[in-house]
């Protein structure tokens, strides 16, 4: 079982910064590859980037591709999320997810085991 705690979230206008922290529970957390979604108001659940266990993979959606970056700190149970030159498109509650194939970065949701509470990202115009 792994309960997962994302922060960060917040508002910034467009072209600002954002870091979204996920902290995990439990002793396992190198076991997994960590994910970061993303719901729009109206819209599905969507793939934002993920990162295997040691951080040797790294995938991103096209969206993002050059202004996101997805890292983990292992000693710390924490996954973060770099967001550069926000647009107002990327306001979405913000979730993150992890997956028990620790080597896989999955795009698609349903392979993820669990999930955090998310976190409000708004970007203002």
């Known amino acids: 079982q792994v309960q997962l705690v994302e922060s960060g979230g917040g508002l910034v206008q467009a072209g600002g910064s954002l870091r979204l922290s996920c902290a995990a529970s439990?002793?396992?957390?190198?076991?997994?590859?960590l994910g970061w979604f993303r719901q729009a108001p109206g819209k599905e659940r969507e793939f934002v980037a993920a990162?295997?266990?040691?951080?040797?993979?790294?995938f991103y959606a096209g969206s993002v591709k050059g202004r996101f970056r997805i890292s983990r700190d292992n000693a710390k149970n924490t996954v973060y999320l770099q967001m550069n030159s926000l647009k107002p498109e990327d306001t979405a509650v913000y979730y993150c997810?992890?997956?028990?194939?620790?080597?896989?970065?999955?795009?698609?949701?349903?392979?993820?085991?669990?999930w955090g509470q998310g976190t409000q990202v708004t970007v203002s115009s």
């Open positions: 997810a992890a997956d028990h194939d620790k080597y896989r970065v999955a795009t698609i949701e349903a392979l993820y085991d669990y």
């Open positions: 439990g002793r396992t957390f190198s076991s997994y590859a």
């Open positions: 990162i295997a266990w040691n951080g040797g993979s790294t």
